[in-house]
């Protein structure tokens, strides 16, 4: 924080510091080494944490009524009310904090969970690569999960050709998703945000469609819960006992994957080129159109292989509540990974260890798990504006800062 | 600021007549495209509801639940004579373009649904009334939600948080009505709820300039989490707190006593009859008043706006901020109209398809209005014709409207065009 108040005297701290993407906008000027900058840059995120944790705490004190009788009587014992305060927040926090991290099964439980957050959360991130907002993930997770689905209770095949047949077939339904809006985005203009919504209506009933139908309904059950998969298609569980699978090792190789497609690859460089200018883009010789509509459609196969990965992993069927809001929760760990590939990781391991432990949490304090809800929209909120952080810890702003934009909106297109 | 075109060479002030020569050729030709659609349209209204439907088979549709009002219909006759009548005006369209090619439009879905109508409950009577009383229900929250979009947006501020606003309404609504006793109080607690996390969304996208989409998102996501943290902290321990109660229907004296129309319109709760007022209200104000076109200008052209002396972040404030309580009527709606209590999670995306409304209807109140109606019928007509039974699946009914939004966003059948700084942040000197 000290470094900052001199400002202008080091161009490449300046730009770490505002969180933006480490280790990919190299600047020459700069002789800070590398590991330094990747450590300035978790500054933000860390404090959004911080800050989303600390607010968090006030709420769980707000809404606890012993807490607050304590506090009703702080004239006659101020210490009361600050210890049990404390109590209830540190309780509440250190029993989320075991379930996730504490325990060989709470790593178990937060890496399965992290899984489909990852591979999603890659899926907004790479689209927010090229400008893109893909709130469709959900959509695209959808129709991963039904193709896959499809492929794993089906051909009775041996498994190390059906599961990555299946995971393909994950891939290929998020694709095609994906695929439509980006070819809408490419070749109408259609703005991404509403087309996706959209399909995200439509997959969630196409899948309340296929639940109805012979094809994936045990024989003579009317309940919409889809034939089980083969017990050679389920992902193979590493752990005795626990439930984490191997989902998470392709969640790992997706982002690095991902990672050297957008530094190593041409692609890469044209979806960036494409996000940061489309007109620079196309008068530089790019195919504008054909990036745009790849990469949505690439960020699909990504969410769907998430889909992919949760009906061949824990749930082991097709339900159609089985995606939930997996989607939406990628948005968020897009955000807090301010798109980083790793970034990504970490955030989804983060938000998987949130999931994880506020069950734990719920069990031991009763304090009901939709707080980690709340504690992820703050993160978020914090991350998004920089501002706020800044204004809270009285952070300098210095002046080569950028405001960071992930997206373009519809009025500006 | 005005004499900008002066300095342009001559050439590129010729320009814009040229191109509007081509665009005027292009709009003939497009407008002689969509008669073959309704052409089409027709063809298949005969071959599959006309001949579909045996012939001497008759269909009644109930036009009262209190009397025994109905009319019936011969199916086969009905649905050949409809589907003749869209091929006419489809051959006049491709001919010799109709003028108010909108209405035309509206009128052949209107046909279309009701040809399908006649033919899905051939045989058997139908409660038109009953349908069309839950397809007003069902629509009024959309409605309104959508008037929320409008507002926001028609200043230049996109809005994805409806969804959030609502949620947040229907719990702060049923919250203060069951908390005082008062259901008059939680309508204005929900308006107020909506209001202020509309604040917020304003504060983040038009003092410090977060995207706004994001911002949006924050603001779903935190809707989402505090309304449920509350519903199973409070409203679980204490379920009191949890019984509101619903507004009751008041039906209106001579207009509410009319057979089919009056039963249908005019004997519903306060929150419906708030939606007739306030659509034709806003969209008076917006496209009439002073205060309308300085929003608008807002939205449109904020340089141009903040030239002449409009404060541009006061005018998105107090949009947005209308907008929220819009919104905030939409989301305890749910809860104090229709359901009487908070359920987790309860918009279950009706923010969204309001949003889908908006775009629909052209960022126009009316328009969203007609949208929310065509939604709300697919809603109601899918659950009546799942008692009945059809062979299309009642998914693929629920589905239609999204894919007509699909299309209608894609520019098919009219372009939807937003206002033009719709989302960008603007920095006032």
Same mark, same amino acid.
């Given at each position: 924080?000290i470094?900052?108040?001199?400002p202008?005297m080091?161009?490449?701290?300046?730009?770490?510091?505002?969180?933006?993407?480490?280790?990919?906008?190299?600047?020459?000027?700069?002789?800070?080494?590398?590991?330094?900058?990747?450590?300035?840059?978790?500054?933000?995120?860390?404090?959004?944490?911080?800050s989303?944790?600390?607010?968090?705490?006030?709420?769980?004190?707000?809404?606890?009524?012993d807490?607050?009788?304590?506090?009703?009587?702080?004239?006659?014992?101020?210490?009361?009310a600050?210890?049990?305060?404390?109590?209830?927040?540190?309780?509440?926090?250190?029993?989320?904090?075991v379930?996730?991290?504490?325990?060989l099964?709470?790593w178990?439980?937060?890496?399965?969970?992290?899984?489909?957050?990852?591979?999603?959360?890659?899926a907004?991130?790479?689209?927010?690569?090229?400008?893109l907002?893909?709130i469709?993930?959900?959509?695209?997770?959808?129709?991963g999960?039904?193709?896959?689905?499809?492929?794993?209770?089906?051909?009775?095949?041996?498994?190390?050709i059906?599961?990555?047949?299946?995971?393909?077939?994950?891939v290929?339904g998020?694709?095609?998703?994906?695929?439509?809006?980006?070819?809408?985005?490419?070749?109408?203009?259609?703005h991404?945000?509403?087309?996706?919504?959209?399909?995200?209506?439509?997959?969630?009933?196409?899948?309340a469609?296929?639940?109805?139908?012979d094809?994936?309904?045990?024989?003579?059950?009317?309940?919409?819960?889809?034939?089980?998969?083969?017990?050679?298609?389920?992902l193979?569980?590493f752990?005795?006992?626990?439930?984490v699978?191997?989902?998470i090792?392709i969640?790992i190789?997706?982002?690095?994957?991902?990672?050297?497609?957008?530094?190593k690859?041409?692609l890469?460089?044209?979806?960036?080129?494409?996000?940061?200018?489309?007109?620079?883009?196309?008068?530089?010789?790019?195919?504008?159109?054909?990036?745009?509509a790849?990469?949505?459609?690439?960020?699909?196969?990504?969410?769907?292989?998430?889909?992919?990965?949760v009906?061949?992993?824990?749930?082991?069927?097709l339900t159609?509540?089985?995606?939930?809001n997996?989607?939406?929760?990628?948005?968020a760990?897009?955000?807090?990974?301010?798109?980083?590939?790793?970034?990504?990781?970490?955030?989804?391991?983060?938000?998987g260890?949130?999931?994880?432990?506020?069950?734990?949490?719920q069990?031991?304090?009763?304090?009901?798990v939709?707080?980690?809800i709340?504690?992820?929209?703050?993160?978020?909120?914090?991350?998004?504006?920089?501002?706020?952080?800044?204004?809270?810890?009285?952070i300098?702003?210095?002046?080569?800062?950028?405001?960071?934009?992930?997206?373009?909106?519809?009025g500006?297109? | 600021?005005?004499?900008?075109?002066?300095?342009?060479?001559?050439?590129?002030?010729?320009a814009?007549?040229?191109?509007e020569i081509?665009?005027e050729a292009?709009?003939l030709?497009?407008?002689?495209?969509?008669?073959?659609?309704?052409?089409?349209?027709?063809?298949?209204?005969? !071959?599959?509801?006309g001949f579909?439907?045996?012939?001497?088979v008759?269909?009644t549709?109930?036009?009262?639940?209190?009397?025994?009002?109905?009319?019936?219909l011969?199916?086969?006759i009905?649905?050949?004579?409809?589907?003749?009548?869209?091929?006419?005006?489809?051959?006049?369209?491709?001919?010799?373009?109709?003028?108010k090619r909108?209405?035309?439009?509206?009128?052949?879905v209107?046909?279309?649904?009701?040809?399908?109508?006649i033919?899905?409950?051939r045989?058997?009577s139908?409660?038109?009334?009953?349908?069309?009383?839950?397809?007003?229900?069902?629509?009024?929250?959309?409605?309104?939600?959508?008037?929320?979009?409008?507002?926001?947006e028609r200043?230049?501020?996109?809005? $994805?948080a409806?969804?959030g606003?609502?949620l947040f309404?229907? &719990?702060?609504?049923? &919250?203060?009505?069951?908390?005082?006793?008062?259901? !008059?109080i939680?309508?204005?607690?929900?308006?107020?709820g909506?209001?202020i996390?509309?604040?917020?969304?304003?504060?983040?996208s038009?003092?410090?300039?977060?995207?706004?989409?994001?911002?949006?998102?924050?603001?779903?996501?935190?809707a989402?989490?505090?309304?449920s943290?509350?519903?199973?902290q409070?409203?679980?321990k204490?379920?009191?707190?949890?019984?509101?109660?619903?507004?009751?229907?008041i039906?209106?004296?001579v207009?509410?006593?009319?057979?089919?129309?009056?039963?249908?319109?005019?004997?519903?709760? $306060?929150?419906?009859?708030?939606?007739?007022?306030?659509?034709? +209200?806003?969209?008076?104000?917006?496209?009439?008043?002073? !205060?309308?076109l300085?929003?608008?200008?807002?939205?449109?052209?904020?340089?141009?706006?903040d030239?002449?002396?409009?404060n541009?972040y006061?005018?998105?404030?107090?949009?947005v901020?209308?907008?929220?309580?819009?919104?905030?009527l939409?989301?305890?709606?749910?809860?104090?109209?229709?359901?009487?209590s +908070?359920?987790?999670?309860m918009?279950a995306?009706?923010?969204?398809?309001a949003?889908?409304?908006?775009?629909?209807?052209? !960022?126009?109140?009316?328009?969203?209005?007609?949208?929310?109606?065509l &939604?709300?019928?697919?809603?109601?007509?899918?659950s009546?014709?799942?008692? $009945?039974g059809?062979?299309?699946?009642?998914?693929?009914?629920?589905?239609?409207?999204y $894919?007509?939004?699909?299309? &209608?966003?894609a520019?098919?059948?009219g372009?939807?065009?937003?206002?033009?700084a719709?989302?960008?942040?603007?920095?006032q000197g």
């Open positions: 924080m470094d900052e108040d001199s202008g080091n161009p490449g701290l300046a730009e770490a510091a505002s969180g933006e993407f480490p280790g990919e906008i190299e600047n020459g000027n700069s002789r800070t080494p590398r590991w330094r900058k990747f450590l300035r840059s978790l500054k933000v995120p860390a404090l959004a944490i911080f989303a944790l600390f607010l968090g705490g006030i709420l769980i004190i707000l809404t606890d009524t807490v607050l009788w304590a506090w009703a009587r702080f004239f006659n014992d101020p210490m009361r600050l210890s049990r305060s404390w109590e209830a927040v540190w309780d509440a926090y250190s029993a989320l904090f379930g996730a991290f504490g325990s099964s709470a178990s439980e937060t890496l399965l969970r992290a899984t489909p957050l990852t591979l999603a959360g890659l907004v991130a790479f689209a927010f690569k090229a400008s907002f893909n469709g993930a959900n959509g695209q997770m959808i129709l999960a039904i193709f896959s689905a499809y492929i794993g209770f089906t051909f009775d095949i041996t498994g190390w059906l599961v990555p047949l299946a995971l393909a077939g994950g290929l998020g694709f095609l998703w994906g695929g439509i809006a980006g070819v809408l985005k490419a070749t109408t203009g259609a991404e945000v509403i087309t996706t919504i959209m399909l995200n209506f439509i997959a969630a009933f196409l899948l469609y296929f639940l109805t139908t094809t994936f309904l045990p024989s003579g059950s009317a309940n919409p819960i889809s034939k089980n998969m083969l017990e050679q298609a389920r193979h569980r752990i005795s006992g626990e439930r699978d191997i989902g090792f969640a190789a997706a982002v690095a994957l991902v990672w050297w497609v957008l530094e690859s041409t890469g460089f044209q979806v960036k080129a494409v996000g940061l200018s489309p007109d620079a883009a196309k008068y530089s010789g790019m195919k504008v159109a054909l990036i745009i790849l990469t949505l459609a690439a960020a699909g196969g990504l969410a769907g292989l998430a889909g992919a990965t009906v061949l992993g824990a749930t082991g069927v159609g509540g089985v995606i939930g997996l989607g939406f929760d990628a948005i760990v897009a955000l807090l990974g301010r798109s980083n590939p790793w970034g990504v990781l970490a955030a989804a391991i983060l938000f260890g949130l999931n994880a432990g506020a069950v734990n949490m069990a031991e304090t009763q304090i009901p939709d707080i980690v709340v504690i992820q929209a703050l993160i978020i909120l914090f991350v998004a504006a920089p501002d706020l952080v800044r204004a809270i810890y009285r300098k702003k210095v002046d080569t800062e950028e405001a960071q934009s992930f997206t373009s909106s519809w500006s297109s | 600021m005005t004499n900008i075109g002066a300095n342009l060479p001559a050439d590129e002030i010729q814009p007549a040229d191109g081509a665009l292009e709009e030709h497009k407008a002689k495209r969509v008669g073959w659609i309704w052409i089409f349209v027709g063809v298949a209204i005969v !071959w599959l509801f579909g439907s045996e012939a001497g008759e269909t549709f109930n036009l009262s639940l209190e009397s025994d009002l109905s009319i019936t011969p199916s086969r009905s649905c050949l004579a409809i589907g003749a009548i869209i091929v006419l005006l489809g051959i006049v369209q491709s001919i010799r373009p109709l003028p909108t209405i035309f439009t509206v009128l052949i209107l046909m279309a649904v009701f040809a399908f109508l033919w899905a409950t045989d058997s139908f409660s038109m009334v009953g349908m069309l009383q839950s397809t007003l229900i069902r629509a009024t929250p959309l409605a309104l939600g959508a008037l929320a979009g409008v507002l926001c200043s230049g501020v996109v809005n $994805i409806i969804e606003m609502m309404a229907a &719990f702060l609504g049923s &919250f203060a009505a069951a908390a005082t006793g008062s259901l !008059w939680g309508f204005v607690v929900g308006v107020a909506g209001a996390l509309a604040y917020g969304h304003a504060g983040l038009v003092t410090y300039k977060v995207d706004q989409i994001i911002s949006g998102t924050v603001i779903n996501f935190f989402l989490g505090i309304t943290y509350l519903a199973a409070i409203l679980t204490y379920p009191d707190l949890n019984r509101a109660g619903t507004f009751a229907r039906k209106i004296p207009l509410g006593d009319i057979p089919f129309i009056g039963e249908i319109l005019f004997d519903n709760n $306060i929150y419906v009859y708030t939606a007739y007022f306030l659509l034709p +209200f806003v969209t008076f104000m917006l496209f009439k008043s002073r !205060w309308g300085r929003v608008r200008s807002v939205g449109e052209l904020p340089k141009a706006a030239t002449v002396g409009i541009v006061r005018t998105r404030y107090i949009s901020i209308l907008g929220g309580g819009a919104a905030g939409a989301g305890s709606f749910l809860s104090l109209g229709s359901v009487g +908070f359920q987790q999670n918009t995306g009706r923010g969204f398809i949003l889908a409304a908006m775009i629909l209807g052209r !960022w126009n109140p009316m328009g969203a209005l007609g949208a929310a109606l &939604f709300g019928f697919a809603e109601s007509l899918q009546k014709l799942a008692i $009945i059809t062979p299309i699946p009642s998914e693929f009914l629920l589905m239609a409207p $894919i007509v939004t699909l299309f &209608f966003v520019g098919f059948g372009r939807a065009r937003p206002p033009a719709d989302g960008v942040p603007y920095e």
